[in-house]
């Protein structure tokens, strides 16, 4: 009986032990970061052959949690090697939701490699003790020669939104068009056809603050003479971009290196916001009191979902919330709620209270939140003020009196 007591006390500490071992890395599995790596520049474009490349690698965690300590590792294969083994892992460290980082890399490209697509292999990890993950991005060597002669130019590009404010996630587009209007062309007695190729597109910043969050366009096909084709670039205002023209470098690598173009195209910063200011005198009389607002979109674009909010301690509004919808730039909207205060509230309190308004609207697809504080209305009660008047008209019908019987005496003598 002893011994049947001491093998079961054994196999349950047995199978206690085997799951608190297979429990704890589940648990410290749940809520992990996730990373999305992506190469914002590839210097030059194409790579060249035995010469030095500069690859610009950019890290985002688009998971919920932090990231303790975020390293990138890069993993070359022919015809790509380091410039030292050394540089092969760099470390970005804390790395929040949201947030993004760049980190660059020197390759050597042999110069017995050959034109075309090579593989490289980066590898992300969020912590000392945890697994690496690796993803494979394909990178253009050389510059293939056609012999079509069209011209690939840029015939227009549309940011979204036209203004971004700092923090802004948006777009910006690019239209390519062929320029060739003939389908062949004769030069120096012989006929070429007008076909243009884009090979790459890259749009690269220029300016701090801005980050491009899409890798290069390859190998987009053929354009025939007027042709024209569409490419969307993911981009990022950074929180402390400052205002003003940012300008990206969009370079396109045509049929050959002849035909290849370099365009700056500019992204406009600006923090104006949505603006609330009283239209008339804040007052609460007896604990009742309409009040009314100026709503104003002082941003170059027009604003979507813009509505205001109104809060102060002890007293209820109608509506809670005002929806105004779509503003255009300079718009002036005017707005009014109903202040009624709470039971706490004696209507014949007298003092200010404290209000504060907050704007939420949309720029593009971001959603933004400005608040409009210390703005105080004077509680105030009209019943003390009846009385008064009651008392001093009394008090005229007192004085008036004597003095009229004084006069009807003095016409009487």
Known sequence: MEMIKKITVATIF???LISLLFAAPAS???GGENLKVTIVETNPYPAKIGEYLTLTVQVENIGGNKADNVDIEIVPQYPFSLDSEANAIKNIGVLNPGRTATKEFYLFVDKNAQKGVRSIDI???TGKNSPWSEKSFDIRIGTETFNSKGTVELKEFVSDPEFFMPGDRGTVTVTLKNTASNPT??????????NARIQAAVLRPLS???IVLDAPYGDMGLLGPGD?????FNVKVAEDAPEGTHNFELAIEGN???YNSRKNIPLKVDSSNIRVIPSKELKLTNGESTIEFDVANTHPNEFSSVSIKPEAEGITFYPVEYFIGPMNPDELFTIEFNAVANDSW????????????TANYNNGINRHVNTVGDLRFANTSEIAESNSKTILTGGLIIISIPAAFIFYRRRKQ
């Not at 024209?228 to 969307?232: D, E, P």
């Open 123 to 125: 590898r992300t990890k």
């Open 14 to 16: 047995s199978l206690l």
């Open 256 to 258: 050959s290196f002849d």
């Open 185 to 194: 062309v004769t030069i120096g007695g012989s006929d070429f056809d007008t």
């Open 28 to 30: 410290a599995a749940v």
């Open 208 to 210: 701090e603050g801005i």
């Open 228 to 232: 024209s084709i569409k490419l969307t």
């Open 346 to 357: 004696s209507a014949s309190k007298e003092g200010e209270i404290n209000m504060s308004l």
